[in-house]
């Protein structure tokens, strides 16, 4: 399979509107992850464009799982704002720290708590599909392909890394490197070929804001 099958034929069913809003979404989400590497609190307006930009489109395409977690990412972003607004003397850069014992803990409990949520949503996804109607509806698992369950786990690390980065810990990249993997292959194959190629550049991208981050907790330790 060359590489138009891949990433553009899905396209051609798609609405210009359709398209429009995928290109915007990815736009600015790449530009927040590029604040993000830069410790800059733009990462969390641009980023709250794209994640409810993405909110619209994923629902649309059935994932629900990660329609959950950016509409989470919305909120979250809200949240982080005025975490780092606090915390940033100048209200634009912040300084960055590894996670706690005590805040792994949290996001442990964060994680499963997100597996089980995302896996009871999916769980009444054909009665959320047929509009809330019990008619010829059978709940259950048994509808979710190999997509919808890296959905669910995707999520999870997701959720975690969005907390971690509100509160400005470096692990937060990890979880971003681990899920955008994940998420390359899922997007190609419901057919969002130009988002699994933004997956492409978060990938690499959260891989340098990792080395970042680490540099410049380094810089700022050998102050003190």
């Known amino acids: 399979m060359n590489f138009y099958d891949l990433f553009l034929k899905p396209y051609e069913t798609y609405t210009n509107f359709q398209i429009f809003l995928e ?5 600015f989400g790449i530009l927040s992850v590029y604040f993000s590497i830069k410790k800059n609190i ?5 980023g709250i ?3 409810a930009l993405y909110v ?3 629902f649309n395409f059935g994932l629900l799982g990660d329609m959950m977690i950016n509409f989470y990412y919305t909120v979250m972003s809200i949240y982080g704002w005025i975490l780092w607004a606090k915390s940033s003397e100048d209200h634009v850069h912040v ?6 014992k005590k ?3 949290y996001g442990g409990i964060l994680f499963f708590l997100s597996l089980l949520l995302v896996t009871i949503v999916y769980y009444y996804k054909p009665l959320i ?40 810990r470096i692990e937060n990249w990890i979880f971003w490197i681990i899920g955008d993997i994940i998420c390359i292959p899922m997007m190609i194959y419901k057919g969002l070929g130009i988002t699994s190629l933004q997956y492409v550049v978060f990938t690499v991208m959260a891989i340098i804001g ?15």
């Not at 290109?23 to 736009?27: G, H, Y």
């Not at 300084?95 to 706690?100: F, L, M, N, R």
């Not at 990792?210 to 003190?224: A, C, D, F, G, I």
């Open 129 to 168: 599909d047929n509009k809330f109607s019990m008619q010829n509806v059978t709940l259950g698992l048994d509808h979710l392909d190999w997509a919808n369950w890296l959905d669910v786990v995707t999520t999870a690390i997701f959720l975690v890394g969005m907390w971690f980065m509100a509160k400005r």
């Open 210 to 224: 990792l080395l970042e981050w680490m540099k410049n907790l380094k810089k700022e330790n050998s102050k003190l």
């Open 103 to 105: 805040e792994w803990i």
């Open 49 to 51: 464009i794209s994640t």
């Open 23 to 27: 290109v915007t979404a990815t736009f």
């Open 56 to 58: 619209y489109i994923l």
């Open 95 to 100: 300084e960055v720290s590894w996670a706690k």
């Open 42 to 46: 733009w990462v969390y307006p641009t």
